[in-house]
Structures are given as structure tokens and as C-alpha cells.
């Protein structure tokens, strides 16, 4: 059965850190990149970065760039996006997504092929 299971979710004062976690399992690891995306209500769900298994190669969209970092655990099969600076527009849901490598362009959500539940970030201004 696979599985994304995202953890590290939780209320921060604006300009703190949060680390989240994605714990995947029941597909090989290293066939998928990983990618973060988040989603505020009334919004769109938007890609965050991204990380491939294979190469380590990684993507942030310009909101995040600078402040979020993303890093992969290969003998955990763990992504983790470390979360700096972060700002009161951060808040949303932040889920864990894999897609099948290659790919056409990691923040389309379409081309992913397995969600995890999510995790709540809220930044409090």
C-alpha cells in the first residue's frame, strides 16, 4: 500500500521555523521525485519545491525561494521542508505529493501520482 504521511505541521509566530516531514513507503523511493504543495482557503493549490530521488535536484517556486529549504533521506525514505522566515501568507495546508520521474513540470499537481493527508501551517502575524 503506498503511503505519504506528512508530520511537522503546527502554529508559528510570523518570522519562526517549522520543519514538516513526508514519510513515503510502498513504491521505490528513488523511481519518484517528491514534491511540496500547499493550499490556503479560497485558493489554488500551489507547487511549493520539489526534490528528485534520483539526482537530488530541487525546485522552489520565487514565494518560497530563500527561505524554505527541501532535503531527502534516501535510507528513510523521508523528504523534509525546512521553513524559515516564515510569513502570515504561508498559512494553508501543506501536503506531499510523488510523481513518476521524468516529469514535465513538478509544480503541476495533475502529474502526481500519490497525495499524503496534509498538514496544517498556520503563521500567526
Known amino acids: 500500500e503506498v503511503q505519504l504521511v506528512e508530520s511537522g505541521g503546527g502554529l508559528v509566530q510570523a518570522g519562526g521555523s517549522l520543519r514538516l516531514s513526508c514519510a513515503a513507503s510502498?513504491?521505490?523511493?528513488?523511481?519518484?521525485?517528491i514534491g511540496w504543495f500547499r493550499q490556503a482557503p479560497g485558493k489554488e493549490r500551489e507547487g511549493v519545491s520539489c526534490?528528485?530521488?534520483?539526482?537530488?535536484?530541487?525546485y522552489y517556486s520565487d514565494s518560497v525561494k530563500g527561505r524554505f529549504t527541501i532535503s531527502s533521506d534516501n535510507a528513510k525514505n523521508t523528504v523534509y521542508l525546512q521553513m524559515n522566515s516564515l510569513k502570515p501568507e504561508d498559512t494553508a495546508v501543506y501536503y506531499c505529493?510523488?510523481?513518476?520521474?521524468?516529469?514535465?513540470?513538478?509544480?503541476?499537481?495533475?502529474?502526481?501520482?500519490?497525495w499524503g493527508q496534509g498538514t496544517q501551517v498556520t503563521v500567526s502575524s
Open positions: 505529493a510523488a510523481v513518476t520521474e521524468p516529469y514535465y513540470s513538478w509544480s503541476n499537481y495533475a502529474e502526481y501520482d500519490y
Open positions: 510502498g513504491f521505490t523511493f528513488d523511481d519518484y521525485a
Open positions: 526534490i528528485s530521488s534520483s539526482d537530488g535536484s530541487t
